[in-house]
């Protein structure tokens, strides 16, 4: 018996490690594939290197509006955003469209895994689970401080 629960307890440790691992250090094969649908899907706008162009598509590279709440940038990809937003001390009035709709919640979440991972940006993971609980309306997700801070 206590061998047992000694045997589950190692299970539960390394199952903590692996999710604890999932959430830090995204893999290879992740950011790879991030990378070629990024490529397909946002770099028309944001630049190869997510540089943006000033004042029409806000930079993805060392985006402080990222970097503030990366499961907000969810919302953006999935639903779309028209508005005002300040990226770096640079505003935009812009229209991006619901890229993300036609994405599978892993693609989306390898997509800004890529990004949150690239260009000087301060790393972290996004899981499918997130996207699927935004593409359903749930969960806030820093929708309110995007809606919320946007002039129309
Ligand atoms: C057709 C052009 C276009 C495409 C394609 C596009 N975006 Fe955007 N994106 C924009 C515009 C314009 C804004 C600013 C919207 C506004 O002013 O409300 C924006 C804003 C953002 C923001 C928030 C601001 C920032 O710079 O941090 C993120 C994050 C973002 N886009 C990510 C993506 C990702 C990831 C993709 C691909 C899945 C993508 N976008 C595809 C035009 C585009």
């Given amino acids: 018996m206590k061998l047992r629960l000694n045997l589950l307890f190692a299970g539960m440790l390394s199952l903590a490690a692996t999710t604890a691992m999932a959430a830090g250090a995204p893999d290879a094969a992740t950011l790879a594939k991030g990378h070629s649908l990024f490529e397909n899907n946002c770099s028309a706008c944001h630049q190869a290197h997510g ?78 689970d997130a996207v699927a609980q935004v593409r359903s309306g749930g969960g806030n997700g820093g929708s309110g401080a995007s809606e919320g801070g946007s002039q129309k």
Avoid: C
């Fill in 51 to 128: 540089e943006g162009m000033p004042g029409v598509f806000p930079n993805l590279a060392k985006s402080d509006f990222l970097a503030a709440d990366p499961q907000r940038a969810v919302h953006f990809v999935l639903h779309g955003h028209s508005g005002q937003i300040t990226v770096n001390g640079v505003t935009y009035d812009g229209s991006m469209p619901d890229v993300g709709a036609s994405l599978s919640n892993a693609d989306v979440a390898d997509i800004l895994t890529y990004v949150l991972n690239s260009w000087g940006n301060p790393g972290g993971q996004i899981q499918p």
